[in-house]
């Protein structure tokens, strides 16, 4: 017998066993004996849809037992709601669970779902991603997360500090570097469309500053376009080369900065001068990040001369024979079709 069956709590249940094919089934998982009958009474009260206090309860022995049950994640769900349930109660459960379960993806779709039925944001949440981070400073679901956590509270213009002082402890972590962007230049998109948000019929930010005659800048989304003031431009990009400066060899701050120029429609030719302080290619010794080869190797491709592709052909080159051998095929490959472009020029 088992601790349901024993239960005079559960008497009025019949569990339903899993159906692994018959008899001689041809690969039975061998769950334990407890596992086995905790679901065998999850699928009988699912089956008569029952939603009770002792059912809450099943779930909670299931996910202790597999939290990545995500059938379970989302009938506990459904009897939360049905029964009324205090939410900032089982936020408080979730919190155990998730520094203990770091990596299970069902728990952060269950809290955004608990979360969404929550009018004001919890005192305590942004502390409890903090700690979460300390845990794992790059975690997806976390930050996935927090991504919808500040589009649903509106939380921009207090984010924009915590990630700076993140990359100050870190300059390296390419998800406070990702969720910075996401910050800064997609707070009047509409996730839905990727478009400049008008719910409500509202204007955007954007639209009032056009309103007010303040420059802005357009910066691509897809095919729709969104207006950034100059001067956040510039901060960004100020930001990204006070960042490269510390570290040169790291790579965020790189791809930061070419997204900035790629998405005001500025060419990476603006910033030839600033990646040639780390990399000139005509003083291989002298080179201090191989991103800046990169960076100027695509910033040479774009210029007319025939000299500036050439000068993309030895970064190129330099990059696959010494900064960068481990992808040569890589970096050889994309020589190869810039030698094509300058013999075909000449």
Not at 216 to 235: D, F, H, S, Y
Not at 273 to 284: Q, T
Not at 301 to 323: H, N, S
Request: proline share 3%; hydrophobic share 40%.
């Amino acid at each position: 017998m088992g601790i349901y069956a024993d239960s005079e709590e559960w008497a009025d249940i019949v569990p339903i066993a899993q159906d692994d094919g018959g008899l001689n089934p041809l690969a039975a998982i061998s769950y334990t004996e407890d596992y086995s009958e905790a679901m065998s009474y999850l699928r009988a009260v699912m089956a008569r849809n029952e939603k009770s206090q002792r059912v809450l309860e099943l779930t909670v022995d299931i996910i202790r037992m597999n939290p990545a049950h995500y059938t379970v994640w989302l009938y506990r769900a459904d009897v939360l709601l049905s029964l009324q349930c205090d939410l900032l109660q089982e936020l408080e459960w979730l919190n155990k669970i998730s520094l203990k379960h770091l990596k299970n993806y069902q728990i952060w779709h269950h809290r955004q779902f608990i979360m969404s039925r929550i009018a004001t944001l919890p005192p305590t949440e942004i502390a409890f991603l903090a700690r979460m981070f300390n845990q794992d400073a790059k975690n997806y679901h976390v930050w996935a997360y927090r991504h919808w956590l500040v589009r649903h509270f509106s939380l921009w213009d207090s984010e924009l500090p915590y990630i700076e002082s993140l990359l100050l402890e870190d300059v390296r972590n390419n998800s406070a570097w990702n969720h910075r962007w996401f910050v800064v230049f997609c707070r009047d998109t509409d996730p839905a469309v990727h478009s400049v948000k008008d719910l409500n019929n509202e204007p955007t930010a954007a639209a009032a500053m056009a309103v007010a005659g303040e420059d802005t800048e357009a910066v691509g989304r897809g095919n729709k376009k969104i207006k950034v003031n100059p001067a956040i431009i510039e901060r960004e990009i100020e930001y990204a080369k006070q960042a490269i400066r510390a570290a040169p060899q790291n790579q965020s701050p790189w791809n930061y900065l070419r997204g900035v120029l790629r998405n005001q429609g500025r060419g990476l030719e603006a910033l030839k001068d600033f990646a040639e302080g780390f990399a000139d290619v005509s003083r291989e010794d002298e080179v201090r990040s191989s991103h800046a080869l990169d960076f100027l190797a695509d910033a040479y491709a774009a210029e007319e001369e025939e000299q500036g592709r050439e000068r993309a052909v030895a970064a190129l080159e330099m990059l696959a024979r010494r900064f960068d051998p481990i992808r040569r095929n890589y970096w050889n490959y994309r020589r190869e079709l810039m030698v094509g472009r300058v013999s075909m020029k000449g």
